[in-house]
């Protein structure tokens, strides 16, 4: 092995490597622990604008007096009150990303989300704020399901996660999931629980890097408020509303389609009886869908999506699959768009709002393109649906 792989290989990140390390350094044994970090190499960056983060806390504690003459003098006496009591690296929490190798000084686990989601008021009030963010969400698959958890944790949604994925990030990935190619053959349940954490350092993540199997679906489901199927394996799907059904869970899905988002809610929490996929797949069971061939998942998708909503640039791209391109084809825009649908709708389950039940669907060439309801391209849509009907044998 020549010097170049050896160091290489040396330094190329291990699995593993996701949690970040949480120290209160008011408790003498975590003070020792944070000064042994500090005096390793392991620590390159420090992250230290904890009188900022206190100067926001006490904004948001009470608004009335932030544009008054006398708040830079009232901050300052706050301020001062705290030092009195410990010195100020004493205060709040530092936390440790060991694949930053950065240490950053924030503020205690309840006064970061109040300060976090101060921007959210009253868009979303702080009752709804709550319940959102004491669910604990499942969310299987982390393609368009990395967009979604991404969406709910900047809206301050979802303490406690569940995420089951098998596959590691490839590059051709890296057009529809937001993330850097330094984490290129990273575990993607990794790589989703890094970017929560991230955003939310106190979140609780639970990671299930064998995917969603029918040997793990007990644990993964046991204890969720609601749960997220962005995975494209059928009879898993089909296994994630067994549990749903039995467990009274919410079940919400979104799907790519070219620019657009077709989004589907299964209220089995509301009423157990709701058919499976709403029933457009027909009758099915896990065994049928997991003994499917190629051609047959593709007209099981297509009976699931409906062929008049598929786009023509999708349909054609589909009949070109293990010719012209390896798989079906996915956009950034459209996995971030049906991201943010599916957080929508989960905010809204969680809080017991008004929800569309079944499917809607978010085109945004249907609001953008100016002949999108011509006569003309109404017709060209449907002669292009019956056709993809008719190669399917729909």
């Not at 003498?28 to 926001?56: A, F, G, P």
């Not at 530092?94 to 240490?103: E, F, K, M, R, V």
Request: hydrophobic residues 40%.
């Amino acid at each position: 092995m020549d010097e170049l792989t050896n160091l290489t290989a040396q330094k190329t990140q291990k699995d593993g490597n996701w949690k970040p390390v949480i120290f209160d350094a008011s408790h003498i044994d975590d003070k020792t622990r944070l000064h042994e970090l500090l005096q390793s190499d392991k620590v390159q960056y420090v992250v230290n604008d904890y009188e900022e983060q206190l100067k926001e806390l006490f904004q948001v504690q009470d608004p009335s007096k932030v544009y008054t003459p006398e708040f830079n003098g009232l901050f300052a006496s706050y301020l001062e009150g705290l030092k009195k009591e410990r010195p100020t690296n004493e205060h709040g929490r530092w936390i440790y990303y060991p694949w930053l190798s950065t240490l950053v000084h924030a503020l205690e686990p309840d006064s970061f989300q109040l300060v976090r989601t101060a921007r959210n008021q009253h868009l979303i009030n702080r009752e709804e704020q709550d319940k959102f963010y004491n669910a604990t969400i499942g969310i299987a698959g982390q393609s368009v399901g990395n967009s979604v958890a991404l969406a709910i944790v900047l809206q301050g949604g979802g303490r406690r996660w569940k995420i089951a994925d098998h596959d590691r990030l490839a590059l051709t990935n890296t057009n529809r999931i937001r993330v850097g190619i330094q984490n290129l053959g990273l575990l993607k349940t990794e790589m989703t629980a890094r970017q929560i954490f991230e955003i939310n350092p106190y979140a609780e993540v639970e990671i299930f890097s064998d995917g969603l199997t029918p040997e793990n679906a007990d644990t993964f489901f046991d204890g969720l408020t609601i749960v997220i199927d962005e995975i494209d394996n059928l009879a898993i799907k089909y296994l994630i509303r067994e549990q749903a059904q039995k467990r009274r869970l919410a079940v919400v899905m979104a799907a790519d389609n070219g620019d657009n988002g077709v989004v589907d809610v299964e209220r089995y929490d509301l009423d157990p009886a709701t058919p499976f996929f709403h029933g457009r797949m027909g009758e099915v069971s896990f065994d049928m869908l997991k003994n499917l061939d190629k051609f047959g998942i593709g007209k099981m998708i297509t009976k699931h999506v409906g062929p008049e909503n598929v786009t023509e640039r999708m349909q054609q791209s589909l009949l070109e699959m293990g010719k012209t391109v390896v798989s079906w084809p996915q956009l950034g825009g459209a996995a971030l768009l049906n991201g943010s649908a599916v957080a929508y709708c989960v905010r809204k389950i969680l809080n017991g709002q008004s929800l569309e039940s079944n499917r809607a669907l978010i085109s945004l060439d249907e609001k953008l393109t100016p002949d999108y309801n011509s006569d003309e391209q109404i017709a060209k849509r449907q002669q292009i649906a019956d056709t993809f009907r008719k190669i399917f044998g729909l």
